[in-house]
C-alpha cells in the first residue's frame, strides 16, 4: 500500500499530478512509477486521455478519497470532448479509460483522424507559474493551457509559453514535472487587441465547458435539428437550408482568415462548416462548435448544450399517395418480369438489374408490386464454389527447404538483434502465410523454433560479442563495462550472468593469446 500520493490542485492533469510524485519521492526510474500506482508495467504516460484509472484508484483512493471518474472528469481533458459524443461512443470511452483498454481512446473520441490538433508541446502561463510557486512552491501542468484553442491565460488574458515538454512524451513512462520544464517561447501570434480578446473569450468558453456538470446526452438528429434552427435564428438560412457561403463569410469577418488557420478551422482546405450545418452523421470537434457559437450569439456554452438536448427533431412523416394503376399495366410488367426469369434461369436478381438492362423494370415492380415482385424472384445464381486446395503437406516441405537454404546462405544471422521465431519468419518472405498456418506446417515450424534464438542466449552472445571486440582493442574488462556496453538490464544481471562472463573472459583469452603466439 502507497504511504503518499500527491493531491491534486485545481485544474491539473493527472499526468503532472504523476509527474509530482515522481519528484517527490525521488524515483530515478519511470518504470517503477507506473507499478507503483498501477501495479502494471503497461501503462503509458499519457497526457490528455490516461487509462487503468481503476486501478489507480485501488492504490491511491485511501490517500486522496478521488474515484476513478473524478480522475476522468476532472483531471483530463475528456469533459472538453464528452457532451460532442453519442451516448454509446461516450460509454466506450468511459469503459476504456477505467480500464487497461486506453489505446483505442484518441480514435473513439476522434483526436487521432481531426483536422485540428494537439499541441506538439506541453504550455504554461508564466503568471500563473509565479503564483503557484509562491502559493504552493511548486508549478503543475494546468488542463486548460493543453486543450487546442486556448493560447491565451482567460484568468491572465496572456499568451501561453511553449515549454520543452512533449505533448506526446518519447519515452513510454516519462512524467515530466512542470517545474523541470524551461519556457521556450511565447505562443506566436502577431494579432490586433480586439482579435486576442476574442482569443481570451474562447479560452474562457472552454474553461467553461471542462467545468460543466451537465447529465446530458445529444443524439446527432438533435445536433441536425438544432443548427438549423441556429441558422434560421441570425438569417443564415436559404428556404430550408444553411446558407454556407454567407455562414463563412461571417466567420472570417468575425475570427479572420489567420486566426482560423490558427485554430486549424481552415475554411478553404476542409468542409467542417458545410457539414455542421448539414445533417450530422458523425461527431464534431468541441472547437468547430465554440468558433460558430461565439462568432452568432457568444452565449455559453452550456446554455447551447441544454438548448440543443431539449430539441425534438422533427420526425420526417412518409406521405402516401395512393395511386390506381391500371391492371393491364401490372399484368404487362409481370410478364415482362417472368419472360426476363425464363430467358436468363442461370443469373440472380442483381446480373438482371445491372448486366441484364432490367433495372428500371425491377424498379417499377419495387414500387407498384412489391409484394408480387417478393413472390417471383429468380432462384439464387449459382456460384463457382470449387477452390483451389492446398496440399499443405507439399508446402511445408517447400518452406521447410527455403529456410535451410537461407540459413546456409547467411541470411539468418541477426547481426542486430535476437533471432527470434518471427523474425527468422519475417526473412522468409512468407510472413503472413506461415504465421497464420503454423499447425498445418509442423516441420518448418519445428525447425524455425529450434534454429530460434532465446532472450538468454541472445544475451550471451552480446556479452560474448563485447568482450571480444574489448580484447581486440586492448580495453579493460570490468565486469560492470561488458554488461554496459552489452545493454543488460539490471534485473537479468544474475548470477548466472556473472559466472558466464567470467568464463567468457578466460575463454576469449587464452584464444586471443594464442592466436598472437601463432602469429609470432
Known amino acids: 500500500m502507497l504511504g503518499y500520493f500527491p493531491v491534486p490542485y485545481p485544474d491539473e492533469l493527472l499526468y503532472s499530478v504523476i509527474a509530482r510524485y515522481k519528484l517527490h519521492q525521488g524515483i530515478i526510474s519511470d518504470r517503477q512509477i507506473v507499478n507503483d500506482l498501477f501495479g502494471s508495467p503497461n501503462v503509458a504516460a499519457v497526457v490528455d486521455f490516461p487509462g487503468h484509472l481503476l486501478d489507480l484508484q485501488q492504490k491511491t483512493y485511501h490517500l486522496t478519497h478521488i474515484t476513478a471518474v473524478q480522475w476522468l472528469t476532472k483531471h483530463s481533458l475528456y469533459p472538453a470532448y464528452k457532451y460532442f459524443l453519442q451516448a454509446d461512443r461516450n460509454e466506450n470511452v468511459v469503459q476504456s479509460v477505467l480500464s487497461g483498454k486506453a489505446w483505442d481512446v484518441h480514435t473513439r473520441i476522434g483526436v ?3 483536422n485540428i490538433k494537439v499541441p506538439k508541446f506541453l504550455r504554461l502561463c508564466k503568471h500563473c507559474y509565479r503564483q503557484e510557486l509562491e502559493l504552493f512552491g511548486e508549478p503543475y501542468w494546468h488542463r486548460l493551457h493543453q486543450l487546442s484553442g486556448v493560447m491565451v491565460c482567460p484568468a491572465h488574458k496572456e499568451y501561453l509559453y511553449e515549454t520543452d515538454a512533449l505533448f506526446r512524451p518519447q519515452g513510454k513512462y516519462e512524467f515530466f514535472p512542470a517545474i523541470n520544464a524551461s519556457l521556450v517561447r511565447k505562443i506566436p501570434l502577431d494579432l490586433t487587441t480586439k482579435q486576442k480578446q476574442k482569443l481570451v473569450q474562447l479560452s474562457q468558453h472552454i474553461d467553461e465547458l471542462i467545468n460543466l456538470d451537465l447529465d446530458v446526452s445529444i443524439s446527432l438528429a438533435q445536433w441536425t435539428h438544432y443548427y ?17 457561403n454567407a455562414l463563412a463569410n461571417h466567420l472570417e469577418a468575425y475570427w479572420s482568415i489567420p486566426v482560423l488557420d490558427t485554430l486549424g478551422l481552415s475554411l478553404s482546405d476542409t468542409l467542417w462548416l458545410v457539414n455542421l450545418f448539414r445533417k450530422h452523421r458523425k461527431s464534431f470537434h468541441y472547437l468547430c462548435h465554440l468558433v460558430v457559437w461565439q462568432s452568432l450569439n457568444d452565449i455559453s456554452p452550456c446554455s447551447e ?36 426469369i425464363a430467358t436468363y434461369q442461370k443469373q440472380g436478381v442483381k446480373w438482371l438489374r445491372t448486366i441484364g438492362g432490367y433495372s428500371a423494370l425491377y424498379a417499377w415492380l419495387y ?12 432462384c439464387q445464381a449459382l456460384r463457382n464454389t470449387k477452390q483451389f486446395v492446398v496440399n499443405w503437406g507439399q508446402r511445408d516441405k517447400e518452406f521447410l527447404k527455403h529456410i535451410k537454404d537461407l540459413k546456409k546462405a547467411g541470411a539468418l544471422h541477426n547481426n542486430h538483434g535476437r533471432r527470434s521465431t518471427s523474425w527468422i519468419i519475417k526473412q522468409s518472405g512468407q510472413h503472413a502465410l506461415i ?7 509442423p516441420k518448418t515450424i519445428k525447425f524455425i523454433k529450434d534454429l530460434s534464438e532465446s532472450p538468454d542466449t541472445y544475451r550471451r552472445r552480446r556479452i560474448e560479442s563485447v568482450i571480444y571486440a574489448l580484447i ?13 556496453k552489452a545493454g543488460i538490464r539490471k534485473e537479468y544481471q544474475t548470477q548466472s550472468i556473472i559466472k558466464n562472463i567470467n568464463y567468457l573472459k578466460r575463454k576469449l583469452s587464452l ?8 602469429d609470432t
Open 112 to 114: 487521432a483522424a481531426s
Open 228 to 244: 438549423r434552427q441556429l441558422a434560421k435564428k441570425h438569417s443564415y438560412s436559404n428556404k430550408s437550408r444553411a446558407d454556407h
Open 305 to 340: 448544450i441544454i438548448c440543443a438536448q431539449q430539441l425534438i427533431p422533427p420526425e420526417q412523416v412518409l406521405i402516401s399517395h395512393e395511386v390506381k394503376i391500371d391492371a393491364a399495366v401490372i399484368k404487362v410488367k409481370r410478364h415482362q418480369w417472368k419472360a426476363a
Open 367 to 378: 414500387r407498384n408490386d412489391r409484394i408480387w415482385l417478393s413472390q417471383n424472384k429468380p
Open 435 to 441: 504465421e497464420k498456418n503454423q499447425d498445418k506446417l
Open 472 to 484: 581486440k582493442q586492448h580495453q579493460s574488462l570490468e565486469v560492470w563495462i561488458i554488461l554496459r
Open 511 to 518: 584464444e586471443a593469446s594464442r592466436i598472437i603466439q601463432e
